[in-house]
């Protein structure tokens, strides 16, 4: 029996977000916090395989401005959903195949689902919300997100350590149950239409160059935070597994508390005064871990660092104040590889002047924190089409 779809208030677009919201953290959580341990143990990975694995995940990153074109026979609304289902499929099957090929494939199933998703969420976000309302939303879908990541990490450590089911065993509950999600909200939802029909092609805008350059310092300061501030927590404070499964708890618990306050912020206070906040504190966060000498310490500038990627949607925010509301599903394809750049570049490369000066990889963070700070200043208090930035202003 169909469902009546005009019958029900719930049936909005902020609704259809929050459950997209929570298929992600359920899903790729799942695959990322049991992956170490199940290519170990069961498919007997060195340090090559991880290596090439993960490079394997970051290639859809860069593919990520395709989605343009598959949208020229898919509607946005059906092709997330359907990135999702591969996403979530990728996830339930991983147990299966414990060898390095079944890895690469599911792998790559995995993170196409996962980086069309995000690509498409963060376009049909930027359209279904208004101007006035989308930091307080977007800050709320991280909240939601967040609260899913901590009922995920709580249901597997109820699975492996009370239940001791195999890994294969609980990929396939993650991925099967996020899967439910999915199809549910392909029956439940109506397709939303764009206020604005989109640009069915590759769209770089020399006006928006200031948002191509806050988007790629962001994805270059994130790539320090993943790669090496973990690292730092194992390698010079003797962090267990369990005390960095308690700073992930710790940071998803303030984003669920905080995230949609700090959205409301900045539609307070803007999106120039809030990034330029930001970069301050990356500025000191990162000089804080080239120098601290505390485990306390270093765990709580790791958590006040997550904290801070809430206000990063501020980034989006005012492109889409700046934008062609027609250009919202071509930037965000291109924005998404402009971010992964870095995903590439740095990990290689810093990882050698790790080997010679960890505290300079830190410090190196700091100066990407003052370039971005720069970049900041020269967001108008008010932005708008035909007002990006404050200098040097591009035909």
Excluded at 239 to 263: E, Q
Excluded at 264 to 280: D, M, S, T, V
Excluded at 330 to 346: E, K, R
Aim: glycine share 6%; hydrophobic share 55%; net charge positive.
């Amino acid at each position: 029996m169909l469902i009546n779809r005009n019958a029900y208030s719930w049936q909005t677009p902020k609704h259809l977000l929050m459950l997209v919201s929570i298929i992600v953290p359920m899903a790729f959580a799942s695959w990322q916090a049991l992956l170490n341990n199940f290519v170990i143990e069961k498919a007997h990975f060195t340090g090559a395989e991880i290596g090439l694995l993960q490079s394997v995940r970051e290639i859809p990153g860069f593919l990520a401005f395709t989605a343009i074109f598959v949208l020229l026979f898919l509607r946005e609304q059906k092709f997330m959903l359907l990135s999702l289902v591969m996403l979530t499929l990728g996830v339930a099957i991983t147990g299966f195949f414990p060898s390095v090929a079944g890895l690469l494939c599911t792998t790559l199933l995995m993170s196409i689902g996962f980086h069309y998703f995000e690509t498409l969420k963060q376009s049909l976000s930027l359209q279904w919300l208004t101007k006035e309302e989308a930091p307080e939303v977007l800050g709320k879908l991280i909240s939601v997100g967040a609260l899913a990541s901590l009922i995920t990490y709580s249901g597997l450590w109820v699975l492996l350590e009370i239940f001791q089911l195999e890994f294969k065993w609980v990929y396939l509950i993650a991925g099967s149950l996020s899967l439910a999600i999915v199809l549910f909200i392909w029956l439940a939802f109506p397709n939303f239409e764009a206020k604005v029909p989109q640009n069915k092609k590759l769209v770089l805008r020399k006006r928006y160059w200031l948002y191509y350059a806050l988007t790629f310092m962001s994805g270059a300061r994130r790539q320090i935070f993943v790669v090496f501030a973990g690292f730092l927590m194992v390698e010079k404070f003797g962090y267990s597994a369990s005390d960095i499964t308690l700073l992930f708890l710790i940071n998803y618990a303030f984003n669920w508390l905080f995230a949609k306050k700090i959205g409301k912020l900045i539609g307070h206070f803007g999106e120039r005064n809030a990034l330029i906040f930001e970069y301050l504190g990356l500025i000191l966060v990162f000089v804080g871990y080239a120098f601290v000498d505390s485990a306390i310490m270093a765990g709580s500038l790791y958590v006040v660092d997550h904290l801070f990627f809430a206000l990063a949607l501020a980034i989006k925010t005012y492109f889409q104040k700046i934008a062609d509301p027609a250009d919202m599903a071509s930037t965000a394809g291109v924005s998404f590889t402009i971010s992964h750049i870095a995903a590439v570049v740095i990990p290689v490369t810093f990882g050698l002047i790790w080997l010679v000066s960890p505290a300079s990889v830190f410090l190196a963070g700091a100066a990407m924190a003052v370039a971005s700070l720069v970049l900041a200043f020269n967001i108008p208090a008010k932005p708008d089409e035909g007002n990006e930035v404050r200098r040097f202003k591009w035909a």
